[in-house]
């Protein structure tokens, strides 16, 4: 089992950046494939990207593809976001996730078994 926690979450202006880590417990950590996700107000949860288990693959979806970078640490048991030229419609609250197997790049969201509480991010036009 591993236990999730978000960070670096906050408002900022379109155009800017900013970086989102989860801190994963336990010492499994490079076990599992990673993922982040996010949900805006009124909408459904969707996928935003995933990265395997060594980082050596990564996959976006495209309304991120190009602004975002997902990176993982496994010394420190941290997956990151990097998001840049933020738009408003990058809104949401982000979520990481976890999964096995651990050499895969998972989209849905009913392929992951941990979650984290989730980070607000909100962007301003």
Same mark, same amino acid.
Not at 61 to 75: E, H, L, M, P, Y
Not at 80 to 101: F, G, H, W
Not at 119 to 125: A, G, I, K, L, N
């Given at each position: $089992?591993?236990?999730? %926690? !978000?960070?670096?979450?906050? &408002? %900022? /202006?379109?155009?800017?950046?900013?970086?989102?880590?989860?801190?994963?417990?336990?010492?499994?950590?490079?076990?599992?494939?990673?993922?982040?996700?996010? $949900?805006?107000?009124?909408? !459904?949860? !969707?996928?935003?990207?995933?990265?395997? *288990?060594?980082?050596?693959?990564?996959?976006?979806?495209?309304?991120?593809?190009?602004?975002?970078?997902?990176?993982?640490?496994?010394?420190?048991?941290?997956?990151? &976001? /990097?998001?840049?030229? &933020?738009?408003?419609?990058?809104?949401?609250?982000?979520?990481?996730?976890?999964?096995?197997?651990?050499? @895969? &790049?998972?989209?849905?969201?009913? !392929?992951? @078994?941990? *979650?984290? $509480?989730?980070? $607000?991010?909100? %962007?301003?036009?």
């Amino acid at each position: $089992q591993v236990q999730l %926690v !978000e960070s670096g979450g906050g &408002l %900022v /202006q379109a155009g800017g950046s900013l970086r989102l880590s989860c801190a994963a417990s336990g010492r499994t950590f490079s076990t599992y494939t990673m993922g982040w996700f996010r $949900q805006a107000p009124g909408k !459904e949860r !969707e996928f935003a990207a995933t990265i395997n *288990w060594s980082g050596g693959s990564t996959a976006y979806a495209d309304s991120v593809k190009g602004r975002f970078t997902i990176s993982r640490d496994n010394a420190k048991n941290t997956v990151y &976001l /990097q998001m840049n030229s &933020l738009k408003p419609e990058d809104t949401a609250v982000y979520y990481c996730a976890a999964a096995r197997p651990p050499n @895969a &790049l998972l989209r849905r969201i009913n !392929e992951y @078994a941990y *979650w984290g $509480q989730g980070t $607000q991010v909100t %962007v301003s036009s």
